[in-house]
């Protein structure tokens, strides 16, 4: 087929319009859409997955590219996911670290190679270009001082611990530590790791229920996972009526546990605002833009049946 020059003159007059248009949208939008590599420390703990969405989410608002990562709470594995981020050229790297020691660095290589990284929830050695969580040590605090007061300052508690040497394990139980030095009436029977597990907290509570007995008052453990299994495991006993239990995070379980009456009190951590402020953070340092607070503190908040609808989402 023949056409003629001026039909052909103006095909081509349309094809530069149209090039020269897409153009000018793709800057009018920005550059390249950022991308940012997470590594997330499990997406087996419902808290986590409650900041990975909120990170997911923010991203999208903000046109950003997210890469998420489980690094199934391995440091090992952390840092070579972040090594992968490292050599697909990301703008940043968000990491919820796994441990202070062993994911330190995942921290330096990300720092060595140019690239932001913005710690969400939990802390390690190595100091980030930036942070968004919340104070452990003041979680543990609020915990343990609501059990004194509702032990009246007298008993016996169990202790469970997070996953040992991370963050958030680490200032927790300094944070309990804190109170319960104003507290000699409250002794420790018993402390040990249930690894922020649901199944390990109630197999280590029935441990604690065959080896203690009526001698346990209450329960502290680091979050809510562990804090239902202690329930579950308490309410098969039928010892729940006697034994106070408070635990940390306002998970979805834990807050209609709280309403119930089944969970004394949680402590609530903010998932949204870490999750978002991370993103925030990542976007900023990967531009290079004046970032005025690189440390991002979200205060806990206790949550007891008084209370607790105004953390239930509608």
Sequence with gaps: MKFSPVFLAAIIAVSIFTAC??????????????????????LQSEFVV???????ERAKEKNVNLIVN???????????????FIAQKVDAIILNPCEVEASSPAVEKAKAAGIPVINVNSETTA?????????????????????????????????????????????????????LSKYPGIKI???????????KGMSLMENWIQSYGDKISAVFAHNDEMGMGAVQALEQAKMKDKVIVVSIDAIADALKAVKDGRLNATVFQDANGQGAGAIDLAIKLAKKEPVEQKEIFIPFQLVTKDNVDRFVKK
């Design 189 to 199: 029977l018993a402390e040990q790791t249930a690894e922020w597990d649901r199944a």
């Design 21 to 42: 248009n897409q153009q000018g949208n793709k800057k009018s939008n920005g550059e390249k859409s950022l991308t940012i590599g997470a590594s997330m420390l499990s």
């Design 70 to 84: 489980d690094a199934q709470r391995t440091a090992e594995k952390q840092v070579q996911q972040v090594e992968t």
């Design 50 to 56: 409650n900041v990975k969405d909120a990170m997911e």
């Design 127 to 179: 100091r980030p270009d930036g942070f968004a969580g919340s104070s452990d040590e003041a979680s543990g605090e609020i915990a343990m001082e609501q059990i004194a007061k509702l032990l009246s300052g007298q008993g016996n508690i169990v202790i469970m611990d997070g996953y040992m040497g991370q963050a958030a394990q680490i200032k927790r139980a300094i944070g309990a530590k804190n109170i």
